[in-house]
């Protein structure tokens, strides 16, 4: 396809850049020559970046996917492989627990079996771990997830986003690979340990995509790249329960969900640490022409490395961030109790096959997805058209997202077992949260691009912690799992749906905060006055000058 090569007066090979360079023939200004390549002669003081970048500017046409794009489709396969990882265990460990306890047939608190369904589906494996211990095991891995989400934010806004991303993933998908191994080792005790290390490599991937979005996503595509890439989580779980299912059924133990969905997250980051970068300024083969765009729609292609440290105060008493974290504790709640729970609620309680399990789990995530984005599209084009205006679009999808599940979750509990009628009540649900995506997800990119990540790793962070709480909580409450004890689970998560909405309603927005640019903020602010920035902010030097003195 292309070659680069280097030639010394001797004949002899010396190193790239020292003699002459065998390069497409593009002049410094841009405009091509005949076709072909030539030796260009390369001094390195005066000409190695400006050939090097023509070269590489050659290699971008081979691209014809937009990098924006190609960063948010990685951004997405990141959120994918991180939640297959992450929610594994949960079809997982219906088959590594005995479950020949709890609730039986004769007393009305489970559905009856199947004719057609192997009695071995229902018996479990080998672990004799009763329901609470369950909830922590699988709560567990949110005790790291939560520690790690405000330094990976901090690290993301100032050393960039690739590595902090990267890294991440490629750590959880070590401790998911060696999980078999710890759990023969150390049964339930070194399950959890392992599930903490995945969580504390996991809790830096929201907050390292939000710092890439915001130096790569102009704001008029923030929804619906940003839906392709938070969507990642639900096909993340649909793929997580379907092949979690098709590999438990198929091959003996449970050994194999692990290795697999580990092996997935090691060659996700052989290819993203190749093809991405932490802003377009330092992406070595981005076309011109999609440089000068976001040069024109962002302002600049770098991350500002001049900004002030995180202004802390001003986000901590900020009233639309806190609502934004309100959102996040519903979102996080009903969620989480979806993921994690939803596996077990079909296990224990409608009797469902493994294999029929992993297939109905999945379903109404596919239908989360689908939704999450095309209600990004129709977000965009409501924005950008002016139908609405941003805030109005943020709170309109996060109410729909909140009141939606909370009505059908509970309407699930009273369906019985009517078993299509369940997964068709569960279906609706998810759908209708996806567009919480295009609501409130993408909510911190609105109030401080220079602080996005750090904004997520907050909201986030604060959210993750219901998945510590939401499975114990149910482990508790469902000893039995009985269907009048997960009746209660539900109405529960309806009231936290709807609490945690009329707060977003009351005082979210979706307008850029004075503290987004705390270096430009007036002398009156910084003295912890009232919050005001002047409308020629971006052109004052006065006001950067009174806060240094």
């Keep these: 396809m292309f070659n680069f090569s280097s030639a010394g007066t001797s004949g002899e090979k010396e190193p790239l850049l020292s003699g002459k360079l065998l ?24 000409y190695e970046a400006p050939y090097r970048h023509r070269c590489l500017e050659w290699l971008s046409q081979v691209f014809i996917i937009p990098q924006r794009v190609i960063l948010a489709i990685m951004g997405f396969l990141a959120i994918m492989n991180a939640y ?38 229902f018996t479990g494996g080998e672990f004799d771990w009763d329901e609470e211990l369950q909830g922590i095991i699988l709560s567990s891995f949110y005790w790291g997830y939560v520690i790690t989400h405000i330094p990976g934010g901090m690290l993301a806004e100032k050393f960039g986003g690739k590595w902090t991303l990267s890294l991440g993933i490629l750590s959880t998908a070590f401790f998911t690979l060696i999980t078999p191994w710890a759990v023969e080792l150390g049964g339930s005790t070194a399950l959890i340990v392992i599930r903490v290390m995945m969580g504390l490599g996991e809790g830096t991937t929201f907050p390292a995509l939000s710092a890439l979005m915001a130096t790569w996503i102009p704001a008029k595509e923030r929804s619906k790249l940003g839906s392709l890439v938070f969507g990642g989580g639900q096909v993340g779980t649909i793929l997580g329960n379907l092949l979690s299912g098709v590999l438990l059924h198929n091959i003996e133990g449970w050994s194999s969900v692990f290795y697999f969905f580990g092996g997935l997250g090691v060659l996700w980051f052989v290819i993203f640490t190749l093809l991405c970068y932490s802003d377009p300024e330092s992406h070595p083969f981005i076309s011109e022409k999609e440089k000068a765009y976001l040069k024109q729609e962002l302002g600049t292609l770098e991350r500002d490395r001049t900004l002030p440290p995180t202004p802390w105060r001003y986000i901590l008493t900020s009233v639309p961030m806190m609502a934004l974290v309100c959102a996040q504790i519903g979102h996080d709640w009903g969620f989480f109790i979806m993921v994690t729970d939803l596996p077990k609620y079909m296990s224990d309680v409608l009797r469902f ?21 095309s209600t990004g599209v129709l977000s965009d084009w409501l924005i950008t058209s002016g139908r609405m205006t941003i805030t109005f679009g943020r709170k309109l999808f996060t109410t729909i997202a909140s009141i939606g599940p909370a009505c059908f979750i509970v309407g699930a509990s009273y369906a019985g077992c009517e078993k299509a009628v369940v997964v068709m009540l569960f279906t609706f649900a998810m759908g209708l949260m996806g567009t919480f995506y295009p609501g409130m997800k993408v909510n911190p990119l609105d109030l401080s691009p220079n602080y996005a990540g750090t904004l997520m790793a907050i909201t986030n962070g604060i959210g993750a912690i219901t998945g510590i709480i939401a499975p114990y909580v149910v482990g508790v409450m469902t000893p039995n799992h009985t269907l009048e004890e997960w009746r209660i689970v539900f109405w529960i998560s309806f009231a936290i749906f709807n609490v945690t909405n009329l707060a977003y309603i009351i005082w979210a927005s979706g307008e850029v905060q004075p503290w987004n640019t705390p270096h430009l903020m007036n002398k009156s602010v910084e003295a912890g006055e009232s919050i005001d920035v002047p409308a020629n902010a971006k052109k004052s030097v006065q006001s950067l000058e009174a806060i240094k003195q």
């Design 84 to 121: 297959t990882m992450r929610i594994s265990l949960s079809i997982a460990i219906t088959e590594m627990v005995n479950k020949t306890h709890g609730a039986t047939e004769e007393d009305g608190g489970v559905c009856p079996i199947d004719e057609s369904a192997n009695p071995d589906d």
């Design 23 to 46: 390069c497409p023939v593009v002049d410094l200004e841009g405009t091509s020559s005949n076709v072909g390549l030539r030796e260009v002669p390369l001094p390195q003081e005066e």
């Design 353 to 373: 096959s493994i294999k029929d399990n992993g297939l109905y789990s999945s379903l109404p995530y596919l239908v989360m997805w689908i939704v999450s984005l």
